[in-house]
């Protein structure tokens, strides 16, 4: 299970932007987390995700609590999450090619020898042809290079999907074909899934509990402290 509990965290000392705010993801269960523009998601995911070190709670994995962030967090904590961000531009690497850029999880955990049989799965499975990864980042759409990155977040097999407004920046076919791809893995794997948007409609279809995150932020209440009502 991932588990926030009574999470704070921000950017500046004694100005938080995420206050006392708790949330549970059971294995195999998808979550949104819905909030306007602003409220302190991307935040939120952050932390869920290992990227960002909270001021104060605590983010338990499998009942084991995370005392390290970033990378200095124990490689079996990081590749346990599969992140996938807004924008694909800015969390590729624009010298790498796609293949390499699908691929770079496994070069960086010494994974070299699945690298040709998991980049084929993966390009399969979120709609590349072997020409677009070939390319760089810059000879291809945000479509493209959005499938790239959910294949990079996929390489890993990771047990806990976090995709902070994954489709925001898509078309709604291309949105719609990378929210499948989640599910399939979602399904055949039994990985948790965090997704946050701000596109009711959409978390509502996609997620079988979508937590409502208002401003300001309401008390905590004894289950998830995350706002006024969950679907
Ligand atoms: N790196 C940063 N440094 C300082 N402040 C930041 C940083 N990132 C975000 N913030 C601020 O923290 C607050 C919450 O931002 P966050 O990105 O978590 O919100 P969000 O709900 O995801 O918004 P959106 O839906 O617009 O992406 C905002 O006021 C934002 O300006």
């Known amino acids: 299970m991932l588990e926030l509990r009574a999470i704070t965290a921000g950017y500046a000392q004694h100005a938080p932007v995420v206050r006392d705010f708790s949330l549970t993801v059971e294995p195999g269960e998808a979550v949104g987390l819905l909030g306007p523009s602003g409220c302190g998601k991307s935040t939120l995911a952050r932390v869920a995700a290992l990227l960002h070190r909270p001021d104060s709670g605590t983010l338990l994995l499998d009942g084991e609590p995370v005392r390290r962030w970033r990378h200095r967090a124990p490689r079996e904590q990081r590749t346990a999450f599969g992140v996938v961000l807004q924008q694909p531009r800015l969390a590729a690497d624009p010298r790498l090619r796609l293949a390499h850029l699908i691929a770079e999880p496994l070069h960086a955990t010494g994974r070299r020898s699945e690298v040709p049989d998991r980049v084929a799965e993966l390009a399969t499975s979120v709609g590349l042809t072997p020409d677009l990864l070939t390319r760089r980042p810059h000879e291809v759409s945000d479509g493209q290079l959005q499938r790239a990155c959910l294949a990079r977040a996929l390489v890993l097999r990771p047990r806990w999907l976090i995709c902070d407004e994954m489709t925001a920046m898509l078309d709604a076919s291309t949105g719609a074909a990378l929210v499948a791809v989640v599910e399939a893995y ?11 948007g701000h596109d009711r409609t959409l978390l509502n279809r996609w997620c079988r509990r979508t937590v409502h995150w208002e401003t300001p932020q309401p008390p905590r209440a004894p289950e998830d402290s995350q706002g006024p009502s969950v679907r």
């Open 186 to 196: 979602r399904s055949t794997t039994g990985a948790g899934l965090l997704a946050v």
